[in-house]
């Protein structure tokens, strides 16, 4: 099969490999879409420390079923499933404390283990979920980040009427932000530099965007949302907290980075300060969401449709801004 394969930091190609054949309690998939990630940019860049290489990329993995492995009962060939890429050894303090996101060997496909930029590729059955009624492979990729959203989401108190302050406007702010308005926000404002990416989140239903918090109509917010991971916006995120009042850090930081803040706020001001780590419970409500198709919206969030060969230009537009969602399609005939 065709497969873009990662064969070290720096290093992609796109070439034959072969085929995957499943394992007890695994299924093969023809892949029909696989959308491209901050985290696949951080496994070609090496800044993603549990990557093994070799390794083909891709999480956010929708297919069809073609084969099954020993004891697979719950799966037929045809099915057409999204993929639950979260892997955890089930053995750790973490897994046995029911916070498998939490798991010390945290991996899963595109990122331990070959992933979904092929045209196959071995799942778990268990982490297989058939699309619900009216939720096509298109969307149906979304239900990673989605899923990633909501368990942000989980970590802030839901208070009706609060103000949100989200930096960043790529896909997970994104989602952030319209989760924010479906949650009861009395107004989501966005920071984002990329001009393009504002006048999306425009269009997701943001009432502000700007360049910068200080372009923006207050001084504080209920709750400031990180989706960026860069440390400068981290830091202004910070500043920005009203008193008693939640920040979340969602964005993906390097390992190495550190940001100053004044402890002394925070003990006065009474802040809360939480992190959110993957997938956790949410996958399958991700899905109910995207199946309501009045939460999230879809179409305006996938911008990019790829061919394997074109997995670098795929690349180059997450990293430009230029695009939210892209995809690779590798066994789709026509692609946009």
Known sequence: ???VVIEGPGTVEVRDVADPAP??????LRVDHCGVCGTDVHVL?????????PVIPGHEICGEVVALGRGVAELREGDLVVVDPSGECGRCEHCRDARPNLCVEFGGPGLTRDGGCAEYVVVDAAKAYRLPEGVDARVATLAE???CALRGMDRLPQRMGSSYLVYGAGTMGALLAQLARHAGASSVAVVETSASRRRRALQLGADAVAASADELDGAAWDVVIDATGVPRAIEDALRRVRRGGTYLQCGVAPAEATVPFAPARVAADELTIV???????TFGRALALLAR???VDADAMVTHRLGLDDYTEAIGLLRSGDGLKIQVAPTVAEVS
């Open 1 to 3: 099969m065709r497969a």
């Open 45 to 53: 860049e090496g800044a993603f420390a549990p990557a093994r290489y």
């Open 293 to 295: 198709g009045d939460v």
């Open 145 to 147: 980040p989605l899923s």
């Open 275 to 281: 992190g959110s780590m993957g997938i956790r419970g």
């Open 23 to 28: 394992g007890p309690g695994q299924v093969v």
